[in-house]
């Protein structure tokens, strides 16, 4: 069975720092890309880091220097580092698993079931 587990999502203040990890199960996914992106109440889903199969990677404008994506491929999983976090960064986490690392969820053929980050001020 295919499948993508996200945890990790807590309520945190602003600030702080936590760390998303993701967990693929079947063996296809070892050679897949892997993204992470978020969706606020009321707002599209938004592109946030992706990671390739050979571990090159790609972050949105606004999270470069705050968010670190890696990948453990041995074990399946890609986790999601965030530092400095933000009210604004307040959303449902998803990871997500398609052949290349993309910005468009479309191209993203798996999906998990989120898990919710909560920063206050």
């Known amino acids: 069975q295919v499948q993508l587990v996200e945890s990790g999502g807590a309520s945190v203040q602003a600030g702080d720092s936590l760390t998303l990890s993701c967990v693929a199960f079947?063996?296809?996914?070892?050679?897949?890309?892997r993204g992470w992106f978020r969706q606020a109440p009321g707002k599209e889903r938004e592109f946030v880091a992706a990671i390739s199969r050979h571990g090159d990677t790609d972050y949105a404008q606004s999270m470069k220097g705050r968010f670190t994506i890696s990948r453990d491929t041995a074990n399946n999983v890609v986790n999601l580092q965030m530092s400095s976090l933000k009210p604004e960064d307040t959303a449902v986490y998803y990871c997500?698993?398609?052949?290349?690392?993309?910005?468009?969820?479309?191209?993203?053929?798996?999906w998990g079931q989120g898990t919710q980050v909560t920063v206050s001020s």
């Open positions: 079947g063996d296809a996914f070892k050679s897949y890309a």
């Open positions: 997500a698993s398609g052949p290349l690392v993309t910005d468009y969820p479309s191209t993203y053929d798996y």
